[in-house]
Structure formats: structure tokens, C-alpha cells
């Protein structure tokens, strides 16, 4: 069993900023790439930034420049700074793990934590 559980967001004015965390806990025997998606009503989920295990990162257009994503392999834990945040953030912000268990390996994500920039 693996465990993906989301913290971190909330309600910011525009321009603030939220970190989001991700801790990922189980039967895990190595996790690969991570990362952060997010999803509003009516649209399909959408990456938002990913991480390999050795730290390269990538982002989508519209947060380049204001996101940063890191991760503590230590803690299997990945981290989701949000700067200059503007109302078209606002999301349910997922988080992804592409874990090896003892028995298989495949994606496990998060429950989801709400993101509303609104002033």
C-alpha cells in the first residue's frame, strides 16, 4: 500500500504566495518522477511541474517564472513553492508519484488539496 497525502493550500490574495507539500508513504521501495497537476470544473487535469528523482525539473507555460518544485528524497516528500499567484491559478492541485513497490510500480496520486486566489 502507498499513501500520496496533499497539504498546503488554500485562500491567497493575488500576487501572494502557498507552498504546497506532497509526503508519500508505504510499502515503497523507490520513487521515480514526481509532480503537481491541477484541475478546475469542467477541464481536464493539466501538468503543472514535475521532478525526476536526480532533481531536473519541468514546468508548464503559464507557471514558469512563479512555481518551483523540489523534493526531499530522504523524506520521499515533493514541495510546490507558488509565487505571484493570479486568479486563473486557482485549481484542486494533485499530487503524482510514480512509485516501485515490493510488487509492482505504477502512478499514485493524491486526494487533492484546494488552491482559490481571490481577492
Known amino acids: 500500500q502507498v499513501q500520496v497525502v496533499e497539504s498546503g493550500g488554500g485562500l491567497v490574495q493575488p500576487g501572494g504566495s502557498l507552498r504546497l507539500s506532497c509526503a508519500t508513504s508505504g510499502s515503497i521501495f523507490s520513487i521515480y518522477d514526481m509532480g503537481w497537476y491541477r484541475q478546475v470544473p469542467g477541464k481536464q487535469r493539466e501538468l503543472v511541474a514535475r521532478i525526476t528523482s536526480g532533481g531536473r525539473t519541468n514546468y508548464a507555460d503559464p507557471v514558469k517564472g512563479r512555481y518551483i518544485i523540489s523534493r526531499d528524497n530522504a523524506k520521499n516528500t515533493v514541495y510546490l513553492q507558488m509565487n505571484s499567484l493570479k486568479p486563473d491559478d486557482t485549481a484542486v492541485y494533485y499530487c503524482?508519484?510514480?512509485?516501485?513497490?515490493?510488487?509492482?510500480?505504477?502512478?499514485?496520486w493524491g486526494q487533492g488539496t484546494q488552491v482559490t486566489v481571490s481577492s
Open positions: 503524482n508519484a510514480d512509485v516501485r513497490t515490493t510488487m509492482w510500480r505504477g502512478d499514485y
